[in-house]
């Protein structure tokens, strides 16, 4: 186990070094001489793969703690935890035991969104490296806030989810993008539609299932009767909890959509879209929703569906840089080129210029997490990273929420429209609260 946490790393680089740039070697594994134990809160679903692959790293990564609200999950987890490891991790149902373990080195944080920003920065208070899932954070307060604690514990790594980061022919499509060859780029697409054949049935308020502690699920949200239709998977259709396929997608391509354009943040944006598949009540974000992001040299349009399953250039997820010369598609497959067909010596050269994807990505995320715990150095999605897209993504939901074109103003680091700053923040419930910077 690293003994002393905020001793054992000095930061070598400015930390926000990392955001512009790509890492040098995006496959570059661990040295496995210090023992790293982590925790997983909230073991469902995303957050157990990532557990999955930190135990398949080396043998130096001991899983000593899960945590979840679901009695039935946490049981099944510790069971495959035992399975794979050798070992049965202690289990818990309240984060805060598991921030009390002074054997614990990092936690991974699998919850819904609403609780993602609470126990980040409980866990560096608390002296823990932190692995959380995207989207980062829940609003854009919680966003400038969870980076504010980070500067705080610099010896401290975290490491947003944000896996493309660490995927090697990304990085590739925007240095062909930044080079020029696709001439000027005025348009970026980015889209993901989920392909869900049915829509989701309205279903009854009722009594919460015995095995979960249905108060410590809903944290911070606020208090509401419980229905299956918010619970496990489908927290992400619910204001209280989640942004729809705006954030959950949205992180991951808006991402590289900006990073491939050098852009920062947008100067408005505008909504589209509405719940058109499904019956009131049913879920609460848009089923279909367009946002798009006026750039001073570009637009940047986003696109998503839950029930529609293919999206523009024939493909289900993707970003397209659309320039005068021609067009470069990526998608997590591999990327390809598409020329203009108006002109004969624009096609040959772009003609047939493709690239599959390595295999690289989420086990290549957790490997430079590791590294950084143990040698210092870049973390490849850190929270800088993480903030920008996730407020990025924050922006196409309150144009919708708000129904009308907002204005963001950088110097100030808020909306022109009064409506659009009322949903900057969350209103917590009486319980919780956001640790103070």
Excluded at 34 to 60: H, P, W, Y
């Amino acid at each position: 186990m690293i003994s002393n946490r905020r001793n054992f790393i000095k930061n070598t680089a400015v930390a926000t070094a990392a955001v512009g740039v790509a890492p040098a070697i995006l496959n570059a594994c661990a040295s496995p001489a210090e023992k790293v134990t982590v925790a997983l809160i909230g073991c469902r679903s995303m957050g157990f793969s990532d557990l999955k692959s930190f135990l398949k790293q080396d043998n130096n990564v001991e899983c000593v703690a899960l945590c979840d609200v679901d009695s039935n999950v946490l049981e099944e987890k510790a069971a495959e935890v035992e399975k794979i490891a050798g070992v049965r991790p202690q289990t818990f149902g309240d984060f805060r035991k598991v921030l009390e373990n002074p054997d614990i080195d990092a936690v991974i944080i699998g919850t819904p969104d609403h609780w993602h920003a609470i126990i980040m920065m409980m866990a560096l208070e608390a002296g823990k490296h932190v692995y959380v899932e995207k989207p980062m954070g829940h609003s854009i307060e919680e966003c400038n806030a969870m980076v504010a604690m980070a500067a705080k514990y610099p010896d401290l790594k975290v490491q947003v989810g944000m896996w493309q980061r660490s995927s090697k022919h990304w990085y590739e499509a925007s240095d062909i993008v930044k080079s020029g060859q696709l001439g000027n780029v005025h348009l970026v697409k980015a889209w993901i539609y989920k392909g869900y054949d049915d829509p989701y049935p309205v279903r009854e308020d009722g009594p919460a299932p015995e095995f979960l502690d249905y108060e410590m699920w809903l944290g911070p949200a606020p208090k509401r009767a419980f229905n299956p239709n918010r619970y496990h998977y489908n927290f992400r259709w619910w204001w209280d909890y989640a942004g729809g396929a705006m954030t959950d997608w949205g992180v991951h391509l808006l991402d590289f959509a900006m990073f491939a354009m050098d852009a920062d943040m947008p100067e408005s944006i505008s909504p589209g879209g509405g719940i058109y598949y499904h019956e009131k009540g049913a879920l609460e974000v848009p089923d279909i929703q367009q946002a798009c992001y006026n750039y001073p040299k570009h637009s940047m349009v986003w696109e998503c569906g839950l029930n529609p399953g293919i999206g523009p250039y024939n493909k289900k997820h993707g970003v397209a840089f659309v320039g005068n010369k021609g067009t470069l598609l990526v998608d997590r497959g591999g990327w390809e080129t598409i020329p203009d067909n108006n002109n004969t010596e624009k096609k040959l050269f772009f003609e047939g210029k493709k690239q599959k994807h390595y295999g690289d990505g989420l086990d290549q995320h957790v490997q430079n997490f590791l590294k950084c715990i143990r040698e210092g150095g870049d973390l490849n999605a850190p929270v800088e990273v993480g903030a920008k897209t996730a407020i990025v993504s924050e922006m196409g939901n309150i144009a919708y929420r708000v129904g009308q074109r907002i204005h963001w103003d950088d110097s100030t680091k808020s909306f022109k429209e009064a409506a659009a700053n009322k949903l900057m923040k969350l209103n917590y419930n009486e319980n919780w609260k956001l640790p103070k910077v």
